[in-house]
């Protein structure tokens, strides 16, 4: 699932809406670049005369943007709502950290530092978080978004800064109650657990863009016909039937049973869809350069998540922000007023 999602990085890279975005190419062709000069790395807002870059935009955006686009193969009013809250979002959440940066830079002047490692240590934990590990397919996604590992590790350094700083401002937040601690932690073990450890059973049906059996068939009666199937499944039509007479891989003749499947064997972006399921969602169709995917989910195994003894740290930092929540908006909300601000999208 990589020809069209590098497509899709490109356009967020570049900053385009989706409603700038040109026509999407013919479904069965590989989208061409655009002619002529464009935009490699432009402003998306510029802070205190510190520029953020729609690089940095859009290497945060890309992994929303493809697992949106899985979601959406018509696009649509929805899709493009979808991606502008995304983006405006991501935009917001930069824009308020130069905000701080700046106000760190003044005590770097006093001595303020953070160490190497601490960002050494980050970087590996979202590689873990958000790739599955894999270093290769993080790298891959840097050149996608034309960024380098140092433009990373700044972003990365900055993100770390605005944490220290907001826990530096709002320390004085009323303690963690042993109720509270319990109740962040079940609501966020989840989200700590070892991803790379999560297994899943389905039933899949995959129906290529051209199909050899069918020499009529073109992307969009494909597409057409696996919203059929997807709609005949959830009114209660057999998948494992309907896998063997129209899936086109090779489970076909098992009925597109896949057991305990680890989720580092699939697309990041189709993972991040499925994985959100719960035993018995019917799914899809899920788009991918090759074709259209329905899924019926069996089960889902988790990866483990840590005990609260080990995060206990991170957790009680979590119930501090929450409380400190309105005061630091309050702050944010000063500082904005007295920021120079220049937005381009």
């Known amino acids: 699932m990589r020809t069209r999602f590098a497509w899709l990085a490109f356009l967020a890279s570049t900053g385009l809406a989706p409603a700038q975005q040109p026509a999407a190419p013919p479904a069965n062709q590989a989208p061409a670049l655009p002619s002529g000069p464009f935009e490699v790395n432009g402003f998306a807002a510029t802070v205190n005369g510190?520029?953020?870059?729609?690089?940095?935009?859009?290497?945060?955006?890309?992994?929303?943007?493809?697992?949106?686009?899985?979601?959406?193969?018509?696009?649509?009013?929805?899709?493009?709502?979808?991606?502008?809250?995304?983006?405006?979002?991501?935009?917001?959440?930069?824009?308020?950290?130069?905000?701080?940066?700046?106000?760190?830079?003044?005590?770097?002047?006093?001595?303020?530092s953070l160490p190497d490692h601490v960002i050494d240590k980050e970087i590996k934990r979202q590689i873990q978080a958000n790739y599955g590990g894999d270093e290769q397919k993080f790298q891959e996604e840097l050149k996608r978004a034309r960024m380098g590992m140092a433009g990373y590790r700044e972003m990365t350094r900055e993100q770390l800064i605005v944490q220290a700083m907001r826990a530096e401002h709002f320390s004085d937040a009323p303690p963690p109650l042993p109720g509270e601690i319990a109740k962040e932690y079940a609501e966020m073990k989840d989200k700590l657990r070892d991803t790379t450890k999560d297994k899943i059973t389905f039933n899949k049906i995959f129906l290529p863009r051209l199909d050899d059996q069918n020499p009529l068939a073109?992307?969009?009666?494909?597409?057409?016909?696996?919203?059929?199937?997807?709609?005949?499944?959830?009114?209660?039509?057999?998948?494992?039937?309907?896998?063997?007479?129209?899936?086109?891989?090779?489970?076909?003749?098992?009925?597109?049973?896949?057991?305990?499947?680890?989720?580092?064997?699939?697309?990041?972006?189709?993972?991040?869809?499925?994985?959100?399921?719960?035993?018995?969602?019917?799914?899809?169709?899920?788009?991918?350069?090759?074709?259209?995917?329905?899924?019926?989910?069996?089960?889902?195994?988790?990866?483990?998540?840590?005990?609260?003894?080990?995060v206990r740290e991170m957790v009680e930092d979590r119930v501090r922000t929450k409380k400190s929540s309105a005061a630091y908006e309050k702050w944010m909300a000063n500082k904005r007023k007295n920021a120079v601000i220049v937005r381009k999208l």
């Not at 697992?67 to 979002?89: I, N, S, T, Y």
């Not at 935009?91 to 830079?105: A, G, H, P, T, V």
């Not at 009925?255 to 990041?268: F, I, K, S, V, W």
């Open 218 to 310: 073109t992307p969009e009666t494909q597409l057409a016909l696996a919203e059929q199937i997807a709609t005949e499944i959830k009114a209660g039509a057999d998948i494992a039937e309907l896998a063997k007479k129209h899936s086109r891989d090779a489970f076909a003749d098992k009925g597109g049973y896949q057991e305990n499947l680890p989720r580092t064997d699939l697309a990041a972006e189709f993972a991040a869809i499925i994985f959100a399921g719960k035993e018995g969602d019917v799914l899809g169709p899920l788009e991918d350069p090759a074709g259209f995917t329905v899924v019926k989910i069996v089960d889902i195994i988790p990866g483990p998540a840590p005990a609260l003894s080990e």
């Open 50 to 112: 510190r520029v953020i870059t729609k690089n940095k935009v859009g290497f945060m955006l890309s992994p929303i943007f493809a697992q949106l686009a899985a979601q959406f193969p018509r696009r649509g009013p929805e899709f493009e709502r979808q991606v502008l809250e995304a983006r405006e979002k991501i935009l917001q959440e930069l824009i308020d950290r130069e905000i701080i940066i700046s106000e760190f830079k003044e005590l770097e002047k006093k001595g303020a």
